[in-house]
């Protein structure tokens, strides 16, 4: 006997309360239900697993191929996409392996000073976007340029003579007082960089862009 509260199973033919089994569609009799219970219904499921093992253990290994590769995916667009944030870790360990630091760019300029300073004079690999300076963690200077290489090396040679530079003097001068050490870098290669230095201003909000 079937009512509205009960319903007899096509499976194992036991009536059971209406709960006890899935909902299907909505038709003109009202809510539909499906022909099995629910016990039925994963016995089935089980069933089936048994059944086809060799096709569900491929499925599930395509299915965690295809995570571990989205995960990968992700975290290299995570990595393009917070340059800023790298520059902000690099700053950080800078101040707290000082010597470390010197060690390796001591080597690093040996190696590619005289290439790097032909780069730059020739602007060989120029690039546009917006940069940032960093110390200890903390962003100082949000900047933009056509020229970025260029603008980063300006950086560190008006810092260490501030002189050198007359509409940007007072900045140079903390920057030489307070922040001997800070860190300079890319953190976007964009056309569109007058517009994405100010993104960069409110997102990162550093100390002395006034
Ligand atoms: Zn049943």
Excluded at 3 to 11: E, F, G, Q
Excluded at 57 to 77: G, S
Excluded at 146 to 166: A, E, G, Q, V
Excluded at 168 to 184: A, D, G, M, S, T
Aim: with cysteine; glycine share 2%.
């Amino acid at each position: 006997m079937e009512s509205s509260i009960n319903k007899t199973c096509k499976v194992c033919s036991k009536t059971k309360p209406i709960i006890e089994f899935t909902k299907s569609h909505i038709n003109k009799k009202g809510q539909q239900y499906k022909p099995k219970c629910k016990d039925c219904q994963s016995q089935y499921q089980k069933q089936w697993i048994d059944n086809n093992k060799e096709q569900v253990d491929t499925y599930a290994k395509q299915y965690r191929e295809n995570n571990r590769q989205k995960t990968r995916d992700v975290a290299i667009q995570y990595y393009y996409n917070n340059k800023a944030e790298r520059l902000k870790y690099m700053s950080k360990w800078k101040s707290q392996n000082k010597e470390k630091w010197e060690a390796y760019t001591k080597e690093y300029n040996q190696e590619n000073k005289q290439y790097k300073q032909e780069q730059i004079k020739t602007k060989a690999t120029e690039v546009q976007g917006v940069y940032a300076l960093y110390d200890n963690g903390e962003c100082l200077y949000v900047g933009e340029s056509s020229w970025l290489n260029h603008r980063l090396y300006l950086h560190k040679s008006y810092t260490r003579k501030p002189s050198r530079n007359k509409s940007q003097r007072e900045l140079y001068e903390i920057l030489n007082k307070k922040h001997p050490n800070f860190v300079c870098g890319i953190i976007e290669e964009t056309p569109n960089h007058k517009e994405r230095e100010q993104h960069y201003i409110n997102q990162l909000k550093p100390l002395y862009n006034g």
